[in-house]
């Protein structure tokens, strides 16, 4: 499994159960390999005529990876690893999967109810491990805005359902970064602002909730329900941005994401950026959209190409004010798979004391996997970085997920065993840091 020789304790520590600090459900049912395709693929689309979303790296990956767990030699071809997945059906590959990745926790943001995919509980029971659930604020509105019929009545019911679902919670979640941007405003909004701007959204409440004001003041309500209860924030940025919300708009980009999401949000940085309270963000790696613009999960026409065609929106740099004006509340903030933006990402997570980072979904999708997680060991403490698969749809997004986490981290700690940089202990505790005794302090497991 892993790629490189290490020394007993550090394999060890590399191969112990991870906390999976952040991952979504995967499907109960049997797919159909267009069904199968659009979730390991990049834009949720299915691929041109006479090719395959197989011949993706995600699809290369499935293959080789996954397909000794269902009984086949690595690189089986399409068809057969189909036929063997629909042979032993979906409820054993997931716990042939889930189990494999040797997760001993599951952290789920299972958001909206979908009969489709597994339960946080479910999950935890399919992969011989604990369970718990993340509260995306996002979902909580939606539901408000629903069934409000006054500003005020929306305004009490908010808080009210926030405190509710945060009791049963071991952190909150924002994605608010696809829907306005990363670049917030520190302040609160005044009162009457968000009342306007809570009429506004009852007027046309299934429509995305995209008002800043509105997201402002409903980003604040989460932070002071995580605080009153000692939960992180969660913050979705960078590589799987455009995917991470649901609507009720089946079309929008919020559908959620697969195996395959938000490939090719370019090597975008913005060099120069600040990072607020006088911190530079770091260099990046140019600017532009690079590979192809990652379109996201779900084909989301109009609404969903614009935003993915921005992700510069998803650069956590533009957290910078907003982190120092959290600081004093003592809230950890944690900054998910932020690739490419990851260089700005780790200079945050070192420049604040409450800031943390992942690599989260970018692993299983890039080659060069590893150089991420070694540039994150170089910018960011060890304590700070925690491991996600960022899975959904697929279990093989979970395995994969533990799978890549694990190579890449032994790539980069043999790099430094070799060059005596790091002593086998250093590199040790570094893998147990990382894998899930971060996890286990800042969510309190």
Known sequence: MLPVDLPGTVRDALLAPLVDHHCHGVRRDDLSRAGFELLISAGGVPAPPGTTHFDTPSGAAVRRWCAPLLDLEPHAPPAVYLARRAELGAGEVNRRLLAGAGVVAFLVDSAREDADLLSAAETGRHGGAAADELVRIEEIERDVASTAQLAVDYLDSLGEELAGRAARAVGVKTVIGPLCGLDLDPARPA??????AANRRLADPKEPLTDPVLLSYLLWSGIDVARERGLPVQFHTGFGAPGTLRTD?????????????????????????????????????????????????????????????EPDRADPAGLGRFAAALQPLGVPMILLHPYPFHRQAAHLAGAFPHVY????????????????????????????????????????????????????????????LGSGEWSTADAARVAHMIGSGNARRIYRL
């Open 191 to 196: 009162r009457g602002a968000v009342i306007a």
């Open 249 to 309: 708009h089946p079309a929008d980009p919020s559908a959620g994401h697969g195996l395959g999401n938000g490939l090719g949000l370019g090597h975008g940085a913005g060099v120069g950026h600040e990072a607020g309270a006088g911190h530079a963000a770091g260099t990046g790696y140019g600017a532009g959209l690079g590979h192809g613009a990652g379109i996201g999960h779900a084909a989301g026409i109009g609404h969903g190409l614009a935003r993915a065609a």
């Open 357 to 416: 980072v992942d690599a989260g979904l970018a692993l299983p999708h890039l080659g060069a996997g590893a150089r991420v997680m070694d540039e994150l060991l170089e910018l960011a403490p060890f304590h700070k970085q925690l491991f996600s698969s960022g899975c959904h749809g697929l279990a093989e997004s979970a395995y994969l997920g533990a799978l890549t986490f694990r190579r890449a981290l032994a790539a980069a700690l043999a790099a430094r």
